[in-house]
């Protein structure tokens, strides 16, 4: 066995969170969210914001003509209540509406060296960015920089590559509808399709899964159909800390009579029993009961698990699966098993039946039981709820899309959808619940590295540009790039790419050898300290922040999990009056690169300023004369090093008039994407706006022969070698992602720290440890050479915990340096965070 990686790669992850010692563990609790929840969030908006700033910002969250949660992508109830928010978007609020800063004297004070040694949490913790920043090629701390020059900087960097390839691009889900696609246009005009995002890291799987099977990469369900379920399948996820607002939704499905499957393999707290703070039962009565059943499988085990209900129903529709009470149901009349399939909707619908059918009948029911790890009466019983369902929802998240066998998991969900025609019906259908509040928004507007040719064709028309056709990186393809010196520039649309991205130690090692990182971001992050030769951050304005630019108060827009999109309005006063939103810094950079637009003004010649003031009557950020040619013919885009180049090879707009009016953004995307026609007319008049999505609304499926797909997946589940143990990497519920809340997670009865590994009690004694022991993990990886490499996450607290024998479950990112690089799904390319083969070691002393 050697180490992952050389030891000259290797940097010492912050130490500042190893907080075992601190640790407190009481018992998980059984019911999530009320009263307790509520208060909590408030104590933390307080912390953050002050009590006004704090009833001001809670107030217009997800109201209309208020801004849209940035806690996570779940739609909104059509009648909203006057807070409409849950105790985790309050957090997410909080945390972005702080009244700390981080300013030029923050950096002066603290080395780039110093701020290294520290972890998400604290960096976080400081506040937000106030000011563009540089670090130069050997520097030791950031200092300030004019906006003028960062972009400058930024666009001759790119400029100066050989090849537009040579620059990745990435996005993270909280980015605006707007920005993204000035943002994917900038990238495209610059050459290249590098345009990974936290999708990869996240929906990559359900989006090939359904592509390939109903020919739309997103779920097929409305909020209504939520309510209107027969019986609704929670499969992989954790909606008590993760999707708060479900609940409300799954509650009112509860109270007119639908059945709640959990599938999970840690009895979460949201999904056994919840209390809605906004209701007299939840707060006085106690709360409703959801998951009528709740599947305790093993990790991994979903594929099977789908398997076994497509099985069963096979089984039941040939008469063949009866088991002795049922024959006498039967014949007594008090039950059917005729009519099981749709078979109207199969033959109409589909293709593949006859071959998906032959190859579940070949499944023995021991290799479903084995990779479940539940016994066949319970397959069995989960089979028969879906039986007799008359309309059947399956939800997942990442329990599901982070394992090498995701797709195919999927695949087979879609599989046992089809069979009964639960795609395309009231209370029926496949969801997939979307993570970041906009992530499938910025797919929508092209942040993706494998563009379809139509989209591409879209914008060569509206921007009269030759947009590149050959795919580009997704996120681990970006790391190796820039691990391997191909990649040399690096930009961050939002998100923390060195954190939430796998093998922490190699991403760490790739951005270093970059000449350029580039971070736009509203906190401080790991990725502002782990850093190319120079390095940049531009500070943006966040959802909650009012974004007055030349044309007025601006709005934008984002896309909930279920393809309706509406309107976002900040209200509260920026941290900064130096701060550019996305929108702008993208303009600009794009004027930089592309030149102005014949005829119109460069974007730094519009006077806005005298126009437009902030709350505290200061200009809402400083110009700099514009004074360099937008275009240097003679090493510009139409001569860079990338192949031959059209005379118009960049895209072509007026980029000071988008800056200053985001509905001019809104006319292009109406122009390139279809379903936005009516865009700005249902923005104005404060409408939501909803996707066309032909499964769903007309049974319509965009596949080659324009039917739903059934298809045949080899089973596959973990088999987890002796004395190892199956680690997933998952979200604690004082968290976002990689910014950290605080230190507890209430439901799992875990207090005071970070660095634990829940492992079932049974394990931890064969394996000869205690429960509270300190142990370092090592996860075991084969490599394509066929040597096992080892990567080491040192010091963390056992907690003995319900979790089915031979799985683990520990934070991210805290574990991400546990994941190789090359442990990613099949077709997908997602890093397998969900399933890691470890061992524990004892600590020396
Ligand atoms: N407060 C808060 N809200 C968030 C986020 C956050 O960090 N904090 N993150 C946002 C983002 S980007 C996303 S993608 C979503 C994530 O939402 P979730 O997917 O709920 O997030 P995880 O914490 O990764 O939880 C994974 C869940 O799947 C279960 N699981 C793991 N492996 C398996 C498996 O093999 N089979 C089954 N059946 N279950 C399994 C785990 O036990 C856990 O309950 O939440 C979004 N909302
Ligand atoms: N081991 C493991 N790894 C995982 C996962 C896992 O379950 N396990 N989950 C994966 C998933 S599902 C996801 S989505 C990714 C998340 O990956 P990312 O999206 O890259 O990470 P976040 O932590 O959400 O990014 C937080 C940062 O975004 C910036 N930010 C916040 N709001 C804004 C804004 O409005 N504008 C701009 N420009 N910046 C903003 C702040 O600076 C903040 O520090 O992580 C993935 N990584
Ligand atoms: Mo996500």
């Keep these: ?56 910002s809670l107030l217009r969250v997800n109201q209309k003509d208020g801004f849209d949660c940035p806690g996570c992508a779940w739609p909104e109830e059509d009648k909203r209540h006057i807070a409409e928010f849950c105790e985790n978007g309050a957090k997410a609020v909080a945390e972005e509406a702080t009244i700390r800063r981080v300013g030029p004297e923050f950096f002066a004070e603290h080395s780039v060296a110093e701020l290294e040694s520290h972890d998400d949490w604290w960096l976080g913790q400081q506040g937000r960015l106030t000011q563009p920043m540089i670090l130069d090629d050997g520097g030791t701390h950031y200092r300030p920089i004019a906006w003028d020059d960062a972009l400058r900087e930024i666009a001759d960097t790119l400029r100066g590559l050989e090849d537009p390839n040579e620059a990745i691009f990435y996005t993270s889900g909280r980015t605006s509808n707007e920005a993204a696609f000035l943002y994917q246009l900038l990238v495209r005009g610059f050459g290249t399709n590098n345009l990974p995002d936290c999708s990869n890291m996240c929906h990559e799987s359900s989006g090939s899964a359904l592509t390939e099977t109903i020919g739309i990469g997103k779920g097929t369900v409305s909020i209504g159909d939520i309510h209107e379920a027969d019986l609704l399948i929670v499969a992989g996820q954790n909606p008590g800390t993760n999707h708060p607002r479900m609940l409300s939704a799954l509650e009112k499905a509860k109270n007119r009579g639908a059945t709640i ?12 029993r919840f209390e809605n703070p906004q209701t007299v039962k939840g707060v006085m009565l106690g709360g409703t009961k959801l998951a009528d059943q709740f599947v305790q499988i093993r990790l991994g085990g979903d594929q099977a698990l789908f398997q076994a209900i497509g099985k069963h129903l096979l089984e039941c529709e040939d008469g063949l699966a009866l088991s002795e009470r049922q024959r006498v149901e039967v014949s007594t009349g008090s039950a059917t098993v005729s009519g099981v399939l749709d078979h109207e909707f199969i033959t109409a619908h589909t293709s593949g039946f006859d071959a998906y059918r032959q190859a579940i009948s070949e499944v023995p029911w021991r290799e479903l039981v084995s990779g479940t790890g539940l016994p066949e009466k319970t397959l069995r019983r989960v089979g028969e709820a879906v039986r007799l369902s008359k309309a059947t929802i399956v939800c997942w998240a990442m329990g599901l899309t982070q394992h090498k066998h995701s797709v195919a998991t999927l695949r087979d969900i879609v599989n046992v959808l089809l069979l009964q025609g639960n795609i395309g019906r009231t209370g029926a259908g496949l969801c997939p619940v979307r993570g970041h509040s906009n992530v499938q928004g910025d797919r929508t507007m092209g942040i993706y590295e494998k563009p379809s040719d139509a989209f591409l064709d879209a914008l060569d028309r509206e921007f009269d540009f030759r947009p590149p056709r050959e795919h580009g990186h997704d996120t681990v393809a970006a790391i190796r790039a820039m691990r391997d010196g191909t990649a040399r520039v690096f930009m961050g649309m939002g998100g923390n790419f060195v954190s939430a991205t796998p093998d922490t130690l190699v991403t760490e090692a790739a951005l270093r050898r970059t000449d350029l990182s580039v971070q736009v971001s509203t906190k401080l992050n790991r990725s502002h300290v782990v850093t190319g030769r120079r390095a940049i951050i531009l500070p943006t304005l966040g959802r909650t922040d009012r974004d007055r630019r030349g044309g007025g108060e601006q709005r934008v827009t984002v896309e909930d999990s279920m393809g309706a999109v509406h309107a976002s309005r900040g209200r509260l006063s920026p941290p900064s009056e130096d701060l550019l939103s996305e929108v702008a810094i993208v303009a600009r950079l794009c004027e930089l690169l592309f030149g102005p637009a014949v005829g119109a003004r460069p974007s730094s010649e519009i ?5 437009v003031e902030v709350d505290h009557g200061q200009p809402e950020h400083t110009e700099i004369p514009f004074d360099a040619p937008a275009v240097d013919d003679s090493k510009g885009p139409a001569s860079r090093g990338a192949g031959v180049r059209h005379p118009h090879n960049a895209p072509q707009a007026d980029w000071a008039a988008l800056e200053h009016d985001y509905a001019l953004i809104r006319q292009h995307i109406a122009a390139v994407v279809p379903g936005f026609e009516d865009f700005e007319d249902s923005i104005d008049k404060g409408r939501t706006l909803f996707l066309p999505n032909g499964p769903r609304d007309e049974r319509r499926f965009a596949t080659a022969d324009g039917r739903a797909r059934f298809t045949v997946n080899p089973l596959e589940y973990p088999v987890i070698p002796r004395g190892r143990l199956l680690l997933q990497t998952l979200r604690s519920h004082d968290q976002y992602n990689t910014t950290i809340y605080g230190k507890d997670d209430r439901y799992r009865g875990i207090h005071g720290g970070r660095r634990v590994i829940m492992v079932n009690p049974k394990d931890i004694q064969v394996l000869g440890f205690a429960d509270g022991q300190i142990v370092d993990i090592v996860s075991e990886w084969t490599g394509a050479d066929g040597v096992v490499q080892e990567r080491r996450a040192e010091a963390f607290r056992i907690v003995g915990y319900s979790t089915p024998r031979g799985n683990a479950a520990a934070y991210y990112p805290e574990t991400n340096v546990l994941v190789p690089l090359d442990s990613v ?10 399933s890691v083969v470890v061992r524990l070691e004892r600590r020396e002393a």
């Design 1 to 56: 066995m050697r180490p992952a990686y050389p030891s000259h790669m290797a940097t010492k992850p912050p130490r500042t969170d190893i907080d075992e010692a601190n640790v407190r563990v009481t018992r998980p609790k059984k019911v999530a969210v009320g009263v307790p929840a509520v208060l909590h969030a408030l104590q933390i908006s307080n912390d953050q914001m002050g009590v006004e700033r704090s009833i001001r």
């Design 261 to 272: 499957i959990a599938v999970n393999p840690l009895p979460e707290a949201g999904l056994v």
């Design 607 to 611: 006077d806005v300023d005298a126009a």
């Design 825 to 834: 799904a099949d077709v997908s390319g997602t890093p397998t965070s969900k």
